[in-house]
């Protein structure tokens, strides 16, 4: 199975950059997935890597070091919407079902 | 649809009673995901469809918990005999490709045993 790890909780300054680590263990790596979540609602998609190196969509910016294990989550220009739970999933293809195991995920909460 | 539709969003049980959680994927995915999300927590995996076919249960806590999607589309996860642990979210996911590559997740049946 997998190992995820990334930080409980982060805050940040609106308009400022934070960077959301996540490390991991698979045996069979086949991608990996960043989710956004807010309270109460459905994690919705925002990055997918399954290649090394950074991935940029608009202000958020993905990155991923297969032989390190670790991924990072990169939000730039900080908006108070931003303030959501960060999740690191990890698909492991070794059993054939392609199955993202989720991360604890990351709290953020952006002030002004 | 246009989005992953579970129902209700809402459901209160009492201890030993049996609920059904039902999940329209958008039309048209191939694989379908159930996850139980507790509160502060990420989603832990339930178990995974392709098409009818349940390729994976291994997550599922007990056998009370029972998952079906008998023509490919619809899912319904039901658990028998509810206990208090069960309370939790049951997030619902369907994503286009065999592989996965982006999972699509309903809003979530929010289970409260009392």
């Known amino acids: 199975g997998q190992n995820i790890d990334q930080p409980t909780e982060m805050t940040a300054t609106e308009g400022a950059i934070v960077q959301i680590n996540c490390t991991y263990q698979?045996?069979?790596?086949?991608?990996l997935f960043w989710y956004q979540q807010h309270a109460g609602e459905a994690p919705t998609f925002l990055s997918y890597n399954v290649l090394d190196g950074l991935e940029e969509k608009g202000r958020f910016s993905s990155f991923l070091s297969r032989s390190k294990g670790y991924s990072y989550l990169l939000l730039k220009e900080l908006q108070m919407k931003d303030s959501a739970s960060y999740l690191c999933?990890?698909?492991?293809?070794?059993?054939?079902?392609?199955?993202?195991?989720f991360g604890r995920g990351t709290s953020l909460i952006v002030h002004p | 649809g246009a989005g992953v539709s579970q129902s209700p969003r809402y459901k209160v049980a009492k201890r030993g009673q049996d609920v059904a959680l039902r999940c329209d994927p958008i039309?048209?995915?191939?694989?379908l995901f159930w996850y139980q999300q507790a509160l502060g927590q990420g989603p832990e995996f339930l178990t995974y469809f392709q098409n009818e076919a349940q390729l994976d249960k291994s997550g599922l806590p007990s056998d009370r918990f029972f998952a079906e999607r008998p023509e490919g589309s619809v899912s319904t996860l039901k658990i028998q005999r509810t206990q208090q642990e069960d309370s939790a979210v049951y997030l619902c996911?369907?994503?286009?490709?065999?592989?996965?590559?982006?999972?699509?997740f309903g809003q979530g049946t929010r289970l409260t045993v009392v």
């Open positions: 999933a990890v698909r492991d293809a070794s059993g054939g079902s392609y199955i993202p195991t």
């Open positions: 996911a369907s994503s286009f490709s065999y592989s996965g590559t982006e999972a699509f």
């Open positions: 039309s048209g995915h191939v694989s």
């Open positions: 698979t045996s069979g790596f086949n991608g």
